[in-house]
């Protein structure tokens, strides 16, 4: 009788033994995402609507890439710090870039600057919020 007692009372305290599992917070994950982002070209005086993604990079919990910047099918580096992003320039497929976001809620407010190699043009400075 005192196994039976010790196998129940075993039973009990396993059963009402709750196991949580916390994972350390990643503050990336509240970005990371597939946006419509509206920019707005202060140079050309031109807006146009595209996508682009935001995906994680490594472990440090501040490393972003942004895809499809500027709608050219390039991914930028960027870093996170609290709600601002951070955009240090780069040259990705001779594009010069260099920016900062800030995030509200659910949108992202870019300010960037864009320069192509290629057509040596004008720097394209830009507005653009994403949603």
């Not at 196994?3 to 039973?11: E, F, K, M, Q």
């Amino acid at each position: 009788m005192k196994n039976i007692s010790t196998i129940l009372l075993t039973a009990f305290l396993f059963a009402s033994c709750e196991i949580v599992i916390v994972e350390p917070y990643d503050p990336r994950d509240e970005i990371v995402g597939s946006y419509n982002l509206t920019e707005y070209s202060e140079t050309y005086n031109m807006e146009m609507t595209f996508p682009i993604s935001i995906y994680k990079v490594g472990n440090d919990y501040e490393s972003l890439r942004i895809g499809n910047f500027y709608d050219v099918g390039i991914n930028v580096h960027a870093h996170l710090n609290g709600n601002k992003i951070h955009i240090p320039f780069q040259v990705v497929d001779m594009f010069e870039i260099s920016g900062i976001g800030t995030l509200h809620s659910n949108e992202i407010s870019f300010s960037y600057s864009v320069y192509d190699q290629i057509s040596d043009s004008y720097v394209d400075y830009c507005y653009a919020t994403a949603w």
